[in-house]
């Protein structure tokens, strides 16, 4: 890995996240928050009254007004710390990427094919659709597609891996990333992007925190924190009056003060979450670029976290994609040694993984080899999508492998019968998940090899835990039925699309919208692009065509189809530690209730003292124990909302009733430990 990983806080991250704390001080900045624009607001109040009780004018002891001051101010700059920290890291992972940048020279090509005429320019002017070609060891300049030639490509710059990949014409591994280099042979790029608007510039701008826009569960919960805290700014304001008129009516106590007011509303308000949720949000995107995955927005993290139906390929994702030759079957009357005689002759010249593998396989099985092609006169017929064949011609005599129908209909045609077996053999094999292919030797059909397209390590379980979380997985294949339906049963996914094309992933999506369902797919090719862009959650393969990279809201730079799972798990995480969070905040108001009230009013109505449960030393030393832990309780978990709650793959129900459990009991129990605690090291000091 090339690029920079930060730990949790870094230490390189504190101090300048220390300075923006106070630069955030700004009241414009302060604002965006409404919550913590009341503690804001509360803390210039009451540096106010401090200032007023230094000349002897204050409603109450200058110490006790500026103990609250101080720990409000506390609360301010902590929230504005934990904020500041979330987008240092995300800031510090963008300068990362820039770095990435150097000045690149470009070969602009006066007509887009390869050994045409070129002009040396700097990248940076080149523009959309410009042509260039790109030599072994040089700077691809710009994001583009490749329309010739094919090279292996360094990508790890972007993505942060090693690993070579192929970059070819004409396939949906044709696309390029501007900063990348070529490592062998050479390519020639149609640029697809102007300056300033390129995939790494995008990537940089959009891993800034700071520039990230609310999703909608964040402003819902924002509209829900802003109604509490006008609840109980309305209820806090009617304490003075009728602790007036108590005074008054009772002739005992004192009225309450501004200062005692102002605590107990920021005690009161939700400042736990207020404080920590842009930091959750921001946080939340730095853990999908920790995976290697770029989100265009928070709403795209945040869908991951809802989403029911998972949509996944099944070549390259459920698969390893590369069928390999399992078995050579042959037809009564035939030798499997023969059967992979001719299979091998035929396989000689196919250079895909699957020829490749037959031509092993033989030598495995029969140690047939050494091959002296030319004595034997062979003329290799290469595969084509018309035929659906390929295979070898030997002093005239053809020998062909291919698709069942159409190696049955060229035996058919050069005057031989078919076996009567031989339909049998095809449906068996693919019964169980395999690719059949029909051998066959001049006019005999010698019998069937077996293609298995292998089922990824440990998929099962995988897709076992999605199903635990509520998660339905469904597969789409352009496969035949009998050949998805076995896939599927081995790989466990819960439904399966058989020989799907754009049109029916486009139609299936949107079936399961319609049902209400939030639906997430992965794709690569230009032909996954519709279906891409219905999607609520859509990860595109980096190494896939622009058009797929263009309709995701995600990419994924590792190209790892399966990274989808991880990128649901990274949603529901952040999703739980808001919900975590939330419940903590609201939970934990019970303690401060039991804390502030009887401080309050104990004056005016003794009998208020047996709502001390506590047992706290003194009203004014209850009421800063609560200040001073609302103000600490923010600072031990700014670590966990940078992390996030631990993620189980449980059904909502059980991780909701476990939030509950630990994050609303343990918000009612640990304010009453901790205020207590606080409380009897103030007495003992005697600070108050």
């Not at 101010?73 to 902590?78: P, Y």
């Not at 070819?168 to 042979?185: K, Q, Y």
């Not at 996914?493 to 029916?504: H, K, L, S």
Request: charged share 20%; net charge neutral.
């Amino acid at each position: 890995m090339s690029r920079q990983r930060l730990s949790l806080i870094d230490s390189s991250l504190v101090g300048p996240a220390v300075v923006e704390s106070f630069r955030k001080l700004d009241p414009r900045v302060q604002f965006r928050n409404p919550v913590m624009f009341v503690v804001y607001v509360g803390s210039l109040l009451t540096t106010g009254l401090w200032l007023q009780a230094l000349r002897g004018h204050g409603e109450a002891p200058s110490g006790f007004i500026l103990a609250v001051t101080v720990w409000l101010w506390f609360t301010v700059l902590f929230a504005n710390f934990a904020e500041a920290l979330a987008e240092g890291r995300s800031k510090a992972q963008a300068a990362s990427l820039r770095g990435t940048r150097s000045a690149v020279k470009a070969k602009r090509l006066s007509e887009p094919r390869y050994g045409a005429p070129w002009t040396l320019v700097d990248g940076e002017t080149l523009r959309k659709d410009d042509v260039v070609v790109v030599l072994a060891h040089e700077l691809i300049p710009c994001d583009g597609e490749v329309i010739e030639g094919a090279a292996t490509v360094d990508e790890s710059a972007i993505t942060g891996e090693s690993a070579p990949v192929i970059r070819e014409s004409g396939g949906d591994f044709s696309s390029v990333t501007g900063g990348t280099t070529v490592l062998s042979d050479w390519i020639v790029v149609r640029c697809t992007t102007n300056p300033g608007d390129s995939f790494l510039d995008r990537m940089i701008a959009l891993v800034e925190g700071a520039k990230r826009r609310k999703t909608p569960n964040e402003i819902a919960l924002t509209i829900l924190l802003i109604a509490l805290t006008v609840i109980l700014l309305m209820a806090t304001v009617t304490l003075l009056p009728y602790s007036i008129y108590s005074v008054k009516a009772t002739g005992a106590g004192h009225p309450v003060s501004i200062t005692v007011l102002v605590a107990l509303l920021v005690c009161l308000i939700p400042t736990t979450i207020g404080a920590l949720l842009s930091a959750i949000g921001v946080a939340g995107m730095s853990r999908m670029l920790g995976a290697n995955v770029v989100a265009t927005s928070g709403r795209a993290v945040e869908a991951a976290g809802d989403i029911d139906v998972l949509l996944l390929d099944k070549t390259g994702t459920i698969t390893l994609g590369n069928r390999q030759a399992s078995a050579f079957v042959p037809v009564a009357g035939v030798s499997e040694r023969e059967l992979a005689n001719a299979a091998q002759l035929a396989s000689l010249a196919d250079e895909t993984p699957e020829g490749r593998s037959i031509v092993v396989l033989a030598k495995q099985r029969f140690n047939l080899r050494e091959r002296d092609l030319e004595s034997l006169h062979a003329s290799f017929v290469p595969f084509s999508a018309q035929t659906r064949m390929s295979g070898v011609d030997i002093a005239g005599r053809p020998i062909r492998k291919g698709a069942a129908d159409e190696v049955s209909r060229h035996v058919r045609e050069r005057g031989g019968e078919l076996p009567a077996g031989l339909k049998d053999l095809v449906d068996a094999v693919a019964r169980r998940g395999s690719t059949p292919l029909v051998v066959a030797d001049d006019r005999r059909v010698l019998g069937v090899v077996e293609l298995k397209d292998v089922v990824k390590d440990g998929i099962k379980e995988r897709f076992a835990q999605l199903r635990r979380m509520g998660i339905q997985t469904v597969m789409i294949t352009g496969d035949n039925r009998l050949t998805a339906a076995a896939i599927a049963a081995e790989a466990g996914v819960d439904e399966y699309q058989a020989e799907a094309t754009p049109e029916t992933k486009l139609a299936l999506i949107r079936k399961y919208q319609s049902d209400g369902r939030l639906v997430a797919m992965t794709g690569d090719g230009t032909n996954d692009a519709p279906a891409l862009a219905q999607a609520d959650v859509a990860v595109a393969m980096n190494s896939g065509t622009q058009a797929a990279r263009e309709a995701g809201n995600m990419v994924d730079l590792d190209s790892n189809p399966t990274k989808l799972i991880e990128v649901v798990e990274i949603g529901k995480q952040m999703l739980m530690t808001r919900g975590a969070l939330t419940t903590f905040s609201i939970a934990n108001d019970l303690a401060k209730y039991f804390a502030i009230i009887p401080a309050i009013f104990i004056g005016t109505y003794p009998q208020l003292g047996a709502l001390n449960v506590m047992r706290l030393g003194t009203p004014d030393s209850a009421i800063i124990s609560a200040v001073i832990f609302n103000a600490l309780i923010i600072v031990f978990l700014i670590p966990l909302a940078l992390k996030g709650v631990k993620f189980r793959p449980l059904p909502a129900a059980t991780l909701l009733r476990n939030n509950l459990l630990l994050y609303g009991l343990g918000g009612i129990a640990l304010p009453f430990v901790g205020i207590k605690a606080i409380d009897l090291v103030l007495n003992a000091l005697h600070l108050l």
